[in-house]
């Protein structure tokens, strides 16, 4: 009797879940609608890596009551239902033979909708495969956008080439004041999680090092540094990384599209090595603020943002009001993008050289990255400052090594914020994050870069619940591309996190390192000068 | 089975009571409805309004991914549970008896779990009571941090530990259990009255603490609710009610009333403005004051939409996504004309209970800057709104009176008298008599002119400036003679003093807020805060 009952009960409960979701079939009878389908996000129209996630998306209009996608190409076709939400959801096996049968050709998208007086079909768009092959793994900070306090977050890694999410770490979710920390900066040597770091401030701070499969913790602490590391990259072949050291503060707006200003009172470039545990400067100015190093793929060039500073500055008035100072004159802080020659055998850097004189247009560069073939130099520029991600003038450029030239990529850029971006190891993709969804929440955008250098238009990355868009409380903050997923398990990584103290680098100052402490406010330099560098080394311990 | 142990025959004991029911049952009451019924005049009627902004500090949605911040916390899916239960206090007649409901019926099962004797059936009630105490002890505490999941969730733990005990126990014993609704017939009227004054004291108990010890919290809440409910009046009516209790959000709802009304340069000091302290504890993020109550609602009234969306922002990092945070961006966003921001939190505002509501009334807004203008509320913010772009961080903190007192240029009178308000409330006669100009040759409203007699000592012949001044001038000066005596010891004198001279500046310019004169403002910095 009660197996009888229970058998009912699921029987009933399966027809009433089938009996709710759509049927997946084209109509027999429709009118082809003038206009084309409103869907979100946008996916029309796009290029689209041949080993993307299914591209879930929803459908608005306002009387329809059920909706069918078509989906065609290369002999293949794809049809997903969806009912009065408008949410489609497509088959990831059926998705995948699509996106296998027209790799390299395009993907007509029809879609039907219900409404009260029968079936229409909106105009067809287009999704173009790409050839090439995106990294595979994602990962990205989620955290509130950009406020001062922080409570729970992590860094997670995403799958893109379906739906499965992973914590890398997640800091401490319940409140504990001697526990609570911040982490930030994840980054990978070159596409490849066999060498990752990141920091965590405040409690157990230090900077996080894994290779192979272990983590380590470090601390990059001198008189000489003015923090500790900051923005990080990993050199492509050295076990070195570079760093900047930054005096950072943020301050938020009372009456200005712009919510909040980042900027920096004072930063320098830092060479850590990882092996000897040594750190040392690259750059030590007082006038100049360098910022956001990254090698290039061979490993010979070192890629970096500077801005002059003291021109700002009343030198009259004392060190604690550089900040009011920069503060009342932070739309005229600008930086240019620089270089400087790294010679790996003997650790030795040239002098500078200007790549692009952004200043000289009123312009302000940061976050410059090297494509993986080492042709393109992808930069974010704005207005003014270095924190893109909070200027809506922000937009991504690019400067092709070969021809000296540099040029906005338009099809990727929007009017909102778009910044901090990462390549895909074959240089044909790169992810950006991009405020553009609602002006606050950054979510990463997938943009082809195709062979003559130019980008195509970018679609957010896809979500199993496309509505998870809107719903989604916090950023993707710092997104990362890589081909393999992160070697090392969450509990590792807190255990050296909680349990380690970091060890200390040694500073022992680089001869060729470039410095200049000729300022009045800034940096004070130690009284025991070192030679050449202008800094005291560190005893080792 | 139980059919079988009915049928059993009744101890001597039990015999003897039912013996004598007829007439013995005329003098019992059913205790157990009369404690749910105290407990649920308790739980709505009382607390009701503590209860409602819980639910106001607190967030439930259906879909997990979104209550991921709760239930990745120790015991996550008990919060959750606790969480969607405090949904029914948008209703608090509602949610107190779903409280009053399970604190009676976890009454009950630990009078069956423990197999009490009616003459000890008084202790059945000790836990629920002790919950109601623990409760009250806590007041603001309960929903301050947003750790509001454990409102219900403790009782539903309890209660569900209580089922699965009572479940084992009937499984092994055939004794009967006892009478849930119904007169408890194996009870004397002695122990029968025992339990109901043990039961009146300890509610008696609870209520004279609350009352002694935290008369602020149910007063707060009632402020709240009507500062959400947008009922202005009834703001004045209850702060002018408790007058003499003092706390900041209190005194912030009272102004952000009279603000929206015009009056804040005309009644602002029928309130007592010298802050007691408050029983509460944060997560030790450097809370001032309560600060976490009212600086979001206190920016965005103030015009300082940014810096509301900011606080509101910091908040929401802090305890996750509140219902009263959202419903603060969603109108933030609004006058900021941020329409796919807006979209965005109306969209997981709609998925709360009973928000309908107020999606419905702030939906059609979206995209629509003139329907935006012409709300009242908004409208009136507007006036007040900077002309010029600055930092926060120039200011002193909270936000809405740090800038007031710099307040070079404002967008209306509205603006200006404003930071003429705030600039008497802080003492600071320069710039208030720095920021007269534009008043010159009117009457000003009666706060401000007090505050011009008194600046007078150092600026001669200011009054002059003004008419209506001298209508005034005897008042002031019978108020100084007669406050020579009290001069020498102005703490000690204020409170008994504020009856007499309730509404009056110069009361408040002498003997007012003296420990903020004293130490001034402090700023929401804190360990736990970087540049993210």
């Known amino acids: 009797m009660r197996r009888y009952i229970l058998s009912v009960v699921i029987t009933a409960t399966l027809f009433i879940i089938v009996g709710c979701k759509p049927k997946a079939e084209v109509p027999g009878q429709f009118v082809e609608a003038d206009a084309e389908a409103q869907i979100y996000p946008d996916y029309k129209d796009i290029v689209v890596p041949p080993n993307i996630a299914p591209l879930n998306f929803i459908v608005r209009d306002s009387s329809a009551t059920a909706y069918v996608a078509q989906l065609q190409g290369g002999g293949q076709e794809l049809l997903a239902a969806a009912a009065e939400d408008g949410i489609v959801q497509m088959d990831s096996t059926q998705w995948r033979a699509l996106l296998t049968a027209t790799k390299s050709s395009n993907i007509s998208v029809s879609i039907y909708a219900k409404r009260p007086d029968g079936w229409v079909r909106f105009k067809a768009y287009r999704i173009s495969v790409a050839e090439e092959p995106i990294d595979a793994f994602l990962s990205y900070r989620l955290i509130e956008p950009g406020y001062e306090l922080y409570r729970q977050l992590g860094i997670y890694q995403r799958n893109i080439t379906n739906f499965d999410e992973v914590p890398v770490y997640e800091n401490n979710r319940e409140y504990a004041d001697g526990e609570n920390h911040c982490i930030n900066c994840h980054n990978y040597r070159m596409g490849s999680t066999e060498s990752m770091l990141f920091h965590v401030r405040a409690n157990h701070g230090g900077t996080i090092i894994v290779q192979d499969g272990k983590a380590h913790k470090i601390q990059l602490k001198d008189s000489t540094i003015i923090t500790s590391g900051v923005y990080p990259s990993w050199h492509p072949t050295e076990n070195l990384v570079a760093f900047s050291t930054n005096k950072t503060g943020q301050a938020f707006h009372l009456y200005y599209p712009e919510k909040l200003e980042v900027m920096d009172e004072k930063s320098d470039l830092l060479l850590y090595d990882v092996t000897k545990n040594e750190v040392s400067h690259i750059i030590r100015t007082t006038d100049d603020m360098e910022t956001f190093p990254c090698w290039a793929p061979d490993g010979r060039t070192l890629y970096y943002c500077s801005a002059k500073r003291n021109y700002l500055l009343n030198m009259s008035l004392p060190d604690s009001l550089v900040t009011q100072q920069l503060l009342l004159k932070y739309d005229s802080i600008r930086y240019n993008l620089l270089s400087i020659p790294f010679d790996p055998k003997t650790r030795s850097f040239g002098q500078p050289k200007l790549e692009v004189d952004a200043v000289a247009e009123n312009k302000s560069i940061s976050v410059p990255r090297l494509s993986p073939d080492g042709r393109y130099i992808l930069y974010t520029k704005g207005d003014y400052g270095q924190f893109h991600i909070w200027h809506r003038s922000s937009d991504l450029w690019v400067k092709d090594l070969q021809t000296d030239s540099c040029y906005a990529l338009t099809e990727a850029n929007s009017p909102d914020v778009d910044s901090f971006h990462s390549w895909s190891s074959n240089s044909r993709w790169f992810v950006f994050s991009s405020r553009r969804m609602d002006g606050n929440y950054t979510r990463p955008f997938i943009a082809y870069f195709d062979k003559t250098g130019h980008a195509h238009k970018p679609f957010v990355l896809p979500q199993e619940d496309p509505e998870w868009n809107i719903l989604q409380l916090k950023s993707y903050n710092v997104p990362e591309l890589s081909r393999d997923a992160v070697r090392i398990s969450e509990h590792d990584l807190r255990q050296c996190i909680y349990e380690t103290e970091g060890e200390n680098a040694t500073y022992k100052p680089n001869p060729t390192a470039i410095v200049r402490l000729d300022g009045t406010t800034g940096a004070s330099p130690r009284k025991a000068v070192d030679g050449t560098s202008g800094a005291s080394p560190k005893k080792p311990e | ?532």
């Open chain 2, 1 to 532: 089975m139980s059919k079988k142990s009915i049928k059993q025959p009744q101890k001597p004991a039990q015999q003897k009571v039912a013996a004598a029911s007829p007439k013995r049952e005329k003098r019992l009451l059913p205790v157990l409805p009369i404690f749910f019924l105290f407990t649920w005049l308790w739980a709505a009627w009382y607390y009701g309004s503590v209860f409602y902004i819980s639910r106001e500090y607190s967030f439930w949605v259906a879909d997990t991914r979104i209550m991921e911040f709760v239930l990745c916390q120790p015991y996550g899916i008990l919060r959750y549970i606790g969480r969607a239960m405090l949904q029914l206090y948008h209703f608090p007649w509602l949610g107190g008896l779903l409280m009053a409901l399970m604190l009676s019926a976890g009454s009950w099962l630990t009078g069956y779990c423990m197999r009490l004797r009616p003459s000890w059936r008084s202790i059945q009630y000790l836990p629920a009571l002790v919950y109601m105490a623990v409760v009250t002890w806590h007041g603001l505490d309960i929903f301050y941090e947003a750790r509001t999941g454990l409102i219900f969730g403790i009782p539903f733990v309890a209660l569900l530990v209580l089922c699965i005990w009572g479940i084992i126990i009937r499984s092994f014993s055939r004794k009967p259990v006892p009478a849930f609704i119904g007169i408890p017939r194996d009870e004397t009227p002695r122990q029968n009255r025992i339990q109901l004054l043990v039961i009146a004291l300890c509610l008696a108990a609870i209520i004279g603490f609350d009352q002694w010890q935290r008369p602020y919290v149910r007063v707060i809440c009632q402020l709240l609710d009507m500062e959400y409910r947008q009922d202005w009046a009834g703001i004045q009516k209850l702060a002018r009610a408790n007058a003499k209790m003092s706390n900041r959000p209190m005194a912030c709802s009272y102004a952000i009333a009279l603000v929206q009304t015009g009056q804040i340069a005309e009644r602002l000091y029928d309130i007592r403005l010298d802050y007691d302290s408050l029983h509460i504890n944060g997560m030790d993020w450097k809370h001032n004051n309560a600060s976490c109550l009212y600086v979001p609602e206190g920016n965005y009234y103030g015009g300082f939409i940014e810096s509301s969306q900011h606080a509101c922002m910091e908040q929401m990092v802090m305890t996750g996504p509140t219902i009263r945070l959202l419903k603060l961006m969603v109108k933030c966003a609004l006058m900021r004309e941020e329409w796919e921001l807006a979209d965005k939190y109306l969209a997981v505002l709609r998925r709360v209970p009973f928000e309908g509501d107020f999606v419905k009334k702030y939906e059609p807004m979206v995209r629509r800057v003139d329907l935006v203008n012409a709300e009242p509320e908004m409208a009136m913010i507007r006036l007040t709104e900077p002309i010029h772009d600055s930092f926060e961080n120039q200011y002193q903190q909270p936000l809405f009176m740090g800038y007031n007192l710099m307040l070079v240029e404002g967008r209306s009178q509205n603006a200006l008298i404003n930071s003429l308000c705030v600039c008497l409330y802080t003492k600071l006669m320069p710039q208030f008599v720095e920021r007269l100009e534009p008043l010159v040759g009117t009457t000003p409203p009666s706060i401000i002119m007090d505050g011009i007699m008194l600046a007078e000592n150092k600026n001669p012949g200011i009054s002059k400036n003004f008419t209506g001044l001298n209508f005034r001038k005897p008042q002031l000066q019978t108020f100084l003679e007669n406050m020579r005596p009290y001069m020498s010891d102005r703490a000690g004198h204020a409170y008994e003093l504020f009856p007499r001279y309730k509404g009056y500046y110069p009361y408040y310019y002498f003997f007012g807020n003296l420990k903020a004169t004293k130490k001034g403002y402090t700023s929401l910095s804190s360990s736990n805060s970087g540049v993210n």
